[in-house]
T-cell receptor, first 115, second 115 residues
Framework: DQQVKQNSPSLSVQEGRISILNCDYT??????FLWYKKYPAEGPTFLIS?????DKNEDGRFTVFLNKSAKHLSLHIVPSQPGDSAVYFC??????????????FGKGTKLSVKP | DTEVTQTPKHLVMGMTNKKSLKCEQH?????MYWYKQKAKKPPELMFV???????INESVPSRFSPECPNSSLLNLHLHALQPEDSALYLC??????????????FGPGTRLLVL
C-alpha cells in the first residue's frame, strides 16, 4: 500500500518556465513533508520542507504548497533551469508511534528542463 | 555544513565475502539511518540509530548487521549476501530521531554489486 504517491513518473519543461511536481499522501498521521532532488548515482539532496501547520513554504526558486484537506502537496520551481533536471522525491514523516522518524518516499518524478 | 560521507563509493563482492560500508557525519546529529535503494525505486528504510542505540530494524535479514561505534560513525557489515541485495545503500543523519520536523541529510551512497 503506497502511502506517498507521485503519479507522474516524468515531466518535461522548457527552461524559464514553471515546473510543478505533485505528490499525494494517504496517511493523516504525516505531519512533515520534504522534497529531495536526486542525480543518478548520488544520494538525495534535501531541497525544501513544510510542516502540516503551514500551507506554503518558499526558498528562492522553490515553493512547496500543502493542501491538507486534499492530502496533496506540490513543488513549484520558477524559473526552471537545465541544472534542475533530476529525479524529485516527495517524502513524508509519521507523527507518532514506533515508526516515528521514518521517511516514506514516493517513487519519484524525473524532471527534464530543456534549454 | 550538511555533509554525510560514505565509503566506499562502489563495492563488488561475492556471496561468501564479508565487507563493511562506512558512513560519517560531523554535524552533531544524534540519529543515523541506513536506506536501500533499488533502480527506479524510492529509498527504503533499513535501520535507525538514535543516540548510538538501534531504534528501528525494518525486518532486515541478519546478513546485514549495523553498528554505531560513536555518534559520528555508522557501519553496515555485510556477510553472505545474495545477488538481489545489489543496490545503492544510502546513509542519512538528522538532528534527532524523535523530533517531528527533522530533516534527514543523505550521503552519496555506496553502489553495491553482489556476484
Amino acid at each position: 500500500d503506497q502511502q506517498v504517491k507521485q503519479n507522474s513518473p516524468s515531466l518535461s519543461v522548457q527552461e524559464g518556465r514553471i515546473s510543478i511536481l505533485n505528490c499525494d499522501y494517504t496517511n493523516s498521521m504525516f505531519d512533515y513533508f520534504l522534497w529531495y532532488k536526486k542525480y543518478p548515482a548520488e544520494g538525495p539532496t534535501f531541497l525544501i520542507s513544510i510542516s502540516s501547520i503551514k500551507d506554503k513554504n518558499e526558498d528562492g526558486r522553490f515553493t512547496v504548497f500543502l493542501n491538507k484537506s486534499a492530502k496533496h502537496l506540490s513543488l513549484h520551481i520558477v524559473p526552471s533551469q537545465p541544472g534542475d533536471s533530476a529525479v524529485y522525491f516527495c517524502a513524508a514523516r509519521r507523527r507518532y508511534g514506533g515508526s516515528q522518524g521514518n521517511l516514506i518516499f514516493g517513487k519519484g518524478t524525473k524532471l527534464s528542463v530543456k534549454p | 555544513d550538511t555533509e554525510v560521507t560514505q565509503t566506499p563509493k562502489h563495492l563488488v563482492m561475492g556471496m561468501t565475502n564479508k565487507k563493511s560500508l562506512k558512513c560519517e557525519q560531523h554535524m552533531g546529529h544524534r540519529a543515523m539511518y541506513w536506506y536501500k535503494q533499488k533502480a527506479k525505486k524510492p529509498p527504503e528504510l533499513m535501520f535507525v540509530y538514535s543516540y548510538e542505540k538501534l531504534s528501528i530494524n525494518e525486518s532486515v535479514p541478519s546478513r546485514f548487521s549495523p553498528e554505531c561505534p560513536n555518534s559520528s560513525l555508522l557501519n553496515l557489515h555485510l556477510h553472505a549476501l545474495q545477488p538481489e541485495d545489489s543496490a545503492l545503500y544510502l546513509c542519512a543523519s538528522s538532528q534527532d530521531w524523535r523530533g517531528t520536523q527533522e530533516t534527514q541529510y543523505f550521503g552519496p551512497g555506496t553502489r553495491l554489486l553482489v556476484l
